[in-house]
């Protein structure tokens, strides 16, 4: 393979519709100094820590120093906050991922929901990834049906919750520090959550082993054995399952924009792999169908930047009344725009932007040909953790049936 990085440098950036553009200064300066840090300290190193299962803690203190903790609540625009997940996936969708665990769902649970007291106790390590978090609600038979099966159990006694069952899937399980972790009351039936001491006695952690995506990331099962939680460590402001949907659904939009990175990193790999190697005697760009293909990939991540920016726009701003509806246009983001489709529309921004992002690494993968089957050449790995993409925060099929559900009336959910 020839090397043409100057060539490459004069192309086009896969923002081709120039949504960067629409970020302040400040933010635009911000997001090039992650971008700094990415290609120093994340990306020549991201396929070894894949290939080796291996999480690089050592990297926290370095990517605490970024300052980017909940963007949004330290007065960055949301389509900023959706950026920084995207350029991360775009270096490396594990530690995107860890990124958004920790930060887009146990900080964020502590902004929302916490009291006075545990937000002085945790807040401010947390944001600066002096602790690490996990969020605890996936269980070993309850993935997409978990808001009316869940199965593990808190019990109050005295000044103290009692904690059985099992969780599965909870990533930075194996090494945080504390969980959100979300159980019923058989009592009542309502849900709680918790801010749970990882370390607790009690407390069982196994590694998920054999996994063919986001293998740096370190999935958990988590097993819970009569814990003990002092009542204190119940999150205040949580009231019922409906609580938790505002944290699903604002994790839901950051994978739709981890679906964006994987694009453009797809797009940034087979462009590069295209240009530079030669074959017949020219370049794989010189040929029609390879440049097809890349145009292909181009479009969708254009589309799916278009629709994220749209649907991140309106989950912070307001999203308008359903007809019929006594809602004011803008509604309240707080309560997540439930009433006139919220949900249904980070749904349809999760699927559709999944959707387009499969297509385009599979085409990503078969531009490079057998070296996109080897992870030396980074396409393999994109194409593996897409899967995981497509897969959480709702399926695609599940995404698919809630938007369904909103715009027939009709739900094939029971």
């Keep these: 393979m020839t090397n043409r990085p100057a060539l490459l440098d004069q192309l086009p950036d896969a923002d ?18 992650l971008r700094r840090f990415l290609a120093e300290e994340v990306q020549p190193h991201a396929v070894d820590w894949w290939n080796e299962a291996r999480f690089p803690s050592d990297l926290l203190p370095k990517l605490a120093q970024l300052e980017l903790s909940t963007p949004v609540a330290q007065g960055y625009s949301p389509l900023f906050a959706g950026m920084v997940i995207s350029e991360m996936t775009r270096a490396d969708t ?19 929901f916490g009291s006075d007291e545990q937000k002085a106790r945790l807040l401010d390590d947390a944001r600066a990834l002096r602790i690490t978090g996990a969020f605890a609600l996936t269980e070993p038979e309850h993935g997409s049906d978990v808001a009316g099966g869940m199965a593990t159990t808190a019990v109050r006694d005295g000044d103290e919750w009692v904690l059985n069952g099992a969780k599965r899937w909870i990533g930075n399980g ?30 069982t952690r196994t590694r998920i082993e054999n996994k063919t995506a986001l293998r740096t990331v370190q999935n958990a099962d988590i097993v819970l054995t009569d814990v003990r939680v002092p009542a204190a460590d119940l999150l205040a402001g949580v009231e019922s399952f409906d609580d938790t949907k505002q944290l699903l659904r604002g994790s839901r939009i950051m994978v ?23 074959q017949f ?10 440049q097809q293909q890349l145009v292909s990939i181009l479009g969708n991540a254009v589309a799916s930047t278009g629709m994220l920016a749209r649907v991140t726009e309106l989950e912070h701003g307001g999203y308008p009344a359903a007809e019929g509806t006594d809602s004011a246009p803008g509604g309240n983001p707080a ?27 599979a085409l990503g993968r078969s531009i490079l040909g057998g070296n996109g089957i080897v992870t030396d050449y980074r396409m393999a790995k994109i194409f593996a953790d897409a899967e995981a993409i497509y897969t959480y925060e709702g399926t695609y099929e599940i995404n698919t049936l809630i938007v369904g559900r909103d715009i027939t009336g009709v739900s094939a959910l029971r």
């Design 16 to 33: 081709f519709y120039g949504f960067e553009d629409l970020l302040t200064d400040t933010e635009k300066d911000k997001l090039a100094e």
């Design 94 to 112: 594990s530690l995107a991922t860890f990124f958004m665990v920790h930060h887009d769902l146990f900080v964020e649970a502590l902004h929302a």
């Design 174 to 203: 194996t090494f945080c520090d504390y969980m959100v972790l979300w159980a019923r009351e058989p009592e009542t039936g309502h849900t709680r959550g918790f801010l749970l001491d990882a370390n607790l006695p009690g407390v």
């Design 256 to 278: 739709g924009w981890q679906a964006v990175g994987a694009q453009l990193a797809t797009f940034d790999v087979a462009r590069a792999y295209a240009v530079e190697r030669l």
């Design 281 to 290: 005697g020219r370049p794989l760009a010189a040929f029609q169908l390879i």
């Design 335 to 361: 309560d997540g725009g439930a009433a006139s489709g919220g949900m249904a529309r980070a749904a349809l921004a999760k699927s559709y932007a999944s959707a387009r992002m499969r297509e385009s690494v």
